[in-house]
């Protein structure tokens, strides 16, 4: 039986490969294209090539569970059309036995994808994004779990939260003079842009160190020093993806610790961690959508199921977050109600074909 879980986990992680190696293919060459528009200074052609290629880490694990269920419609479908599921069907094994052996390649195959996503996939995006702000001539960027770091010439900015507007919460700067001593520190409640001015800061408690003494005085706003980019604060606020799931649960509890939430990193900590279930989960759909068409397999038809069913899982898994931020419905529930669904859903299934 040991040989049985190795062939369908072989089959299934190549034409997974092939789906993801497609797909993948066809996000990344989206961002190219959007990426060239950027072109300018010393961001040019290879060094998009270059950003691209450190991304794709990041789109494999982004489209793996919809790549999961095709690699596992087409292998059942290839193996159900040459007649070996026939085969092991009267050899004794049960629909059940292959759904275990389904479910043992589903854990074998996520794992290495976790590694992936969760492993290589952040770090890669974060030196991307300060190599992109380096060629564009950007101030440097650093994110971490505790808000996203700028370095403008003296000054540093750290920003605990932008949101989704551009709008920058909590802000602190810092401003060092020429021999490295600190000169004058900010902290403010948020930032807005406008597009005169730059960045205005307001609800300000400004620190100046005048040699000896320290003054420090309460404003209502000011500008802040540092030249921050619009536009780069505005993607870099609305892509919380871009943090490992143990990035977004030690910022998360940071957040709480400091009184604040921050519902689009709630959902983000708990849609991740739902990834590996749900990627699982679309694999085991395959096996139900495969036996209950034994007498017709059409793989060209199985593979345009798949690919309107993921679609459809996705549409679904996207809008249920949307949703969840405008109607303030639990991050864990969003990210894991539609599992919990589709589970249930592949279990009532399995029972009806197994008899």
């Known amino acids: 039986?040991?040989?049985?879980?190795?062939?369908?986990?072989?089959?299934?992680?190549?034409?997974?490969?092939?789906?993801?190696?497609?797909?993948?293919?066809?996000?990344?060459?989206?961002?190219?294209?959007?990426?060239?528009?950027?072109?300018?200074?010393?961001?040019?052609?290879?060094?998009?090539?270059?950003?691209?290629?450190?991304?794709?880490?990041?789109?494999?694990?982004?489209?793996?569970?919809?790549?999961?269920?095709?690699?596992?419609?087409?292998?059942?479908?290839?193996?159900?059309?040459?007649?070996?599921?026939?085969?092991?069907?009267?050899?004794?094994?049960?629909?059940?036995?292959?759904?275990?052996?389904?479910?043992?390649?589903?854990?074998?195959?996520?794992?290495?994808?976790?590694?992936?996503?969760?492993?290589?996939?952040?770090?890669?995006?974060?030196?991307?994004?300060?190599?992109?702000?380096?060629?564009?001539?950007?101030?440097?960027?650093?994110?971490?779990?505790?808000?996203?770091?700028?370095?403008?010439?003296?000054?540093?900015?750290?920003?605990?939260?932008?949101?989704?507007?551009?709008?920058?919460?909590?802000?602190?700067?810092?401003?060092?003079?020429?021999?490295?001593?600190?000169?004058?520190?900010?902290?403010?409640?948020?930032?807005?842009?406008?597009?005169?001015?730059?960045?205005?800061?307001?609800?300000?408690?400004e620190t100046r160190f005048e040699g000896d003494s320290v003054v420090s005085q309460t404003l209502m706003k000011t500008q802040m020093e540092a030249h921050l980019d619009a536009d780069m604060m505005s993607k870099l606020g609305t892509d919380p993806q871009i943090l490992s799931i143990i990035d977004l649960y030690e910022y998360n509890r940071f957040l709480h610790k400091n009184e604040q939430s921050v519902p689009e990193y709630e959902i983000a900590f708990w849609s991740k961690l739902a990834i590996p279930a749900l990627s699982m989960l679309m694999l085991l759909l395959a096996l139900p959508f495969t036996i209950n068409n034994m007498r017709n397999v059409d793989i060209g038809r199985n593979l345009v199921a798949g690919a309107l069913l993921g679609v459809l899982i996705y549409l679904v898994n996207k809008s249920a977050s949307f949703l969840a931020l405008i109607y303030a419905v639990s991050p864990i529930a969003v990210a894991w109600v539609p599992v919990l669904l589709l589970a249930a859903a592949i279990m009532l299934y399995m029972r009806r074909i197994s008899g």
């Open 1 to 205: 039986m040991y040989r049985l879980d190795w062939y369908i986990t072989k089959q299934i992680a190549i034409w997974t490969a092939i789906a993801l190696l497609v797909l993948v293919s066809f996000r990344s060459f989206n961002v190219l294209v959007e990426e060239l528009g950027s072109l300018r200074g010393d961001y040019q052609t290879l060094e998009i090539l270059y950003v691209v290629l450190l991304r794709t880490p990041g789109y494999m694990y982004e489209v793996f569970p919809m790549s999961l269920l095709i690699g596992g419609l087409m292998a059942l479908g290839g193996m159900a059309r040459n007649q070996e599921i026939t085969a092991m069907r009267a050899a004794g094994v049960s629909v059940w036995r292959l759904f275990r052996a389904l479910l043992k390649s589903g854990v074998l195959i996520t794992l290495v994808a976790l590694l992936i996503g969760e492993g290589l996939a952040p770090g890669m995006r974060q030196e991307s994004e300060q190599l992109r702000a380096q060629w564009l001539k950007f101030p440097s960027i650093l994110q971490t779990k505790y808000g996203v770091w700028v370095r403008d010439g003296d000054s540093f900015v750290n920003i605990q939260r932008i949101k989704p507007n551009g709008e920058l919460r909590s802000i602190k700067t810092y401003r060092f003079n020429d021999d490295g001593s600190l000169n004058t520190m900010r902290n403010a409640l948020r930032a807005e842009y406008d597009d005169e001015s730059g960045w205005v800061l307001r609800n300000v408690k």
